[in-house]
């Protein structure tokens, strides 16, 4: 027992003293014992109480000792105690109960390993996490959890991410593919290039991100503590002039006890600490407790598609050589765009490379932004891109060529023409659907929200790929400044949830009603977005939303809950069948219970 | 001017946390102090000419709060 239990178990005991010898027939001993219990309960109240009066702050615990003084005034000893005990008592149990939910962050944070294992002059050697150096190679053995961001060199493991995606099912890592620190080495063995260590992990970004956004004050919360800064001192006035008016002390002194700001205030920042904490622990970081309201009233969901909806690793899907062989149309292409940093481009260099076709280096080169590019070799001009860029160059599109990019555009794919002074080939490029994008479609329409997708991509892809997810409509060939103008058109319908991972969605984020940026989002993007999800899984979306609401409709019922409490109290107290005891009661259980009803948020999941 | 970050324990609403803040803020040599009622976490900026931590750890206790670095 702590020293707060001491002094809330003494003066129970000289209460129960007290009734005891009420029945005795002792009213002097029972008067003696409440007298006593208030004053030893009263002792700290009124410390406290005369601390911040000092100051000219004028605290619960000023209308507490006052309400006790009265009750004594008037001979109800009793009343003095109980009023001071339950709210000593529901202060404790109060301050524990939001304990536990501060302590859940808290516990996210334990979970970082402290110590690693690292190859030094070809040996093992464990050392203290914060003595990883970025190239140093870590070795993780089963069980073991992985101590910093990095790349897999050597080994294959299955590793759980839940700590850091919220999705326990264990992923296979092999060399080349990003591991994260604090994620769990399940079993395998693993060789890992240190990337990123301390500070700078992922991990440690994800809980500074959650603390930053548990402090940051929703609207409603604002207001109510602006708002409480003058609303004890009132409470006093009214009780003060209440008292001249009716010479009623004590229905003046009730007054103060059932007016203290008690369950209203406290339900917003609790639903909402809780929701951020279930986020955090579900792969979702909510940017604090606007964002969950904003959340909650979202009705149309806009995706950027590459990267957000798709893979955003578009892959060679079919080369056709129109005259010539297929595998000269690649090393054509592929030399054509050499030095493009357009992950179409890039697709078709990987291709190349993977086939070992030896490419050549042009003469001269050019990007045509958009379409992609040309390129100068052996005096002759050689071109890959878009139907625009061969439009634009004064190059024919055969009708068999046109007729076969139709069909792969129909089918979703994004068509490259591979053309020197006429098209020679042409290249289809497809990037896949995320497993789950279908699925957070269908989940989102269930909701009763709409959704749309934005895209760079020519009309006829982008209408295959919407279709084949069940959208509700798409927006192709968008410039980056179109997806702002979407997005402001699209607001005068409803609130509207943009999703995007690149710098160029970053202006659409912050346009929308809210930003979510999902999973290899820039820093930019991360910043203007009000939630973040921290996996590829796009299906996060919905459960962000769903939280968010469920999180709403918390709120309101608790808000309501304590209005109630309150209006039904002061009914009592003006009816005069409410004194000190009564009223503190029910307002310390009302507390308590939109305390709990809160913190049921951090246990939420998603149907 | 030195800024430090300490933990509240046993914060029970949101009036107390406001109180503390007014409190702290009225000492002398302390510039601000910010206590978060959900992460219990006090942020306070002071003059370390004129008042010490443990000053400001006792104010807090006078409250009736305990404050953990």
Redesign the interface.
């Known amino acids: 027992m702590g020293k707060k239990e001491v002094r809330l178990v003494i003066p129970a005991a000289i209460i129960a003293v007290g009734w005891v010898s009420k029945y005795a027939g002792s009213r002097p001993a029972y008067d003696g014992a409440m007298l006593a219990a208030s004053i030893i309960l009263g002792y700290d109240v009124v410390k406290s109480a005369f601390a911040s009066l000092r100051y000219g702050v004028i605290s619960i615990n000023l209308l507490v000792f006052i309400a006790a003084l009265g009750g004594i005034y008037l001979g109800e000893y009793w009343e003095a105690a109980a009023v001071t005990f339950l709210f000593v008592f529901g202060s404790y149990l109060e301050a524990r109960a939001l304990g536990r939910t501060r302590n859940a962050l808290g516990a996210l944070v334990k979970e970082v390993p402290t110590e690693a294992n690292v190859l030094r002059g070809g040996e093992t050697v464990k050392i203290d996490v914060s003595e990883i150096k970025v190239g140093e190679i870590v070795v993780v053995k089963p069980g073991e959890k992985i101590p910093a961001d990095g790349k897999v060199l050597k080994g294959r493991a299955a590793v759980d991410e839940a700590a850091i995606t919220g999705e326990s099912m264990p992923r296979l890592k092999k060399p080349g593919d990003s591991v994260y620190s604090t994620t769990l080495n399940t079993e395998g063995y693993l060789e890992i290039e240190a990337e990123k260590v301390g500070k700078n992990t992922l991990f440690s970004k994800i809980i500074h991100l959650v603390e930053e956004a548990q402090e940051k004050k929703a609207n409603t919360q604002r207001f109510i503590e602006r708002f409480s800064k003058y609303y004890t001192p009132a409470i006093i006035v009214i009780s003060f002039v209440t008292y001249i008016l009716t010479r009623n002390l004590r229905l003046s002194i009730t007054f103060l006890v059932i007016a203290c700001p008690g369950a209203l205030v406290i339900s917003t920042p609790v639903s909402i600490v809780s929701a951020i904490g279930n986020g955090a622990k579900n792969g979702i970081i909510v940017k604090g407790g606007s964002s969950l309201e904003k959340a909650g009233g979202i009705r149309m969901v806009a995706f950027d598609k590459t990267g957000t909806l798709t893979k955003g690793k578009p892959k060679v899907y079919g080369v056709k050589g129109l005259g010539i062989d297929d595998s000269e149309v690649l090393r054509i292409a592929a030399s054509v765009e050499t030095y493009s940093e357009h992950p179409l481009a890039k697709a078709i260099i990987r291709r190349a490379k993977e086939d070992n076709l030896r490419t050549f280096i042009p003469e001269d080169f050019q990007v045509v932004v958009g379409q992609g590019a040309k390129a100068l070799y052996g005096g002759e001009a050689y071109y890959a891109g878009s139907r625009r860029l061969m439009e634009s160059s004064g190059i024919e599109i055969g009708g068999h060529a046109m007729e076969y990019a139709d069909a792969e555009q129909q089918k979703g794919s994004t068509v490259v023409y591979v053309a020197k002074d006429r098209v020679i080939g042409i290249i289809t490029v497809r990037d896949e659907l995320k497993e789950d994008a279908a699925g957070t479609i269908s989940r989102l329409r269930n909701m009763g929200i709409k959704t749309y997708m934005l895209t760079g991509d020519n009309e006829r892809v982008a209408g295959a790929v919407a279709a084949g997810l069940g959208l509700d409509g798409y927006f192709a060939g968008l410039l980056p400044d179109d997806k702002l103008s979407v997005i402001n058109r699209l607001r005068e319908k409803g609130k509207v949830a943009m999703v995007g991972d690149g710098i160029n969605d970053a202006p659409a984020l912050a346009a929308a009603d809210m930003g979510i940026a999902i999973k290899g989002a820039a820093d930019v993007t991360v910043e203007t977005a009000d939630m973040v999800v921290v996996s590829e899984s796009i299906e996060r979306v919905a459960y962000g939303i769903r939280l968010s609401r469920a999180t709403l409709n918390n709120l309101r019922t608790n808000i309501a809950f304590s209005i109630f409490v309150v209006a039904a109290l002061l009914l009592g107290v003006v009816r005069g069948s409410v004194f000190l005891a009564t009223g503190m009661f029910f307002h310390e259980v009302s507390v308590l219970l939109v305390i709990f009803n809160g913190i049921r948020l951090m246990g939420y999941r998603m149907k | 001017m030195e800024s430090k970050v300490l933990r509240i324990?046993?914060?029970?609403?949101?009036?107390?946390a406001?109180?503390i803040g007014?409190?702290l803020k009225?000492?002398k040599g302390v510039l601000n102090a910010e206590v978060?009622?959900?992460?219990?976490?006090l942020t306070v900026e002071y003059d370390p000419g004129v008042i010490n931590l443990d000053d400001i750890k006792k104010?807090v206790e006078?409250?009736?709060y305990e404050a953990e670095e």
């Open positions: 324990k046993d914060l029970a609403c949101p009036d107390c406001n109180n007014q409190v009225k000492n978060s009622f959900m992460t219990g976490k104010a006078r409250l009736g």
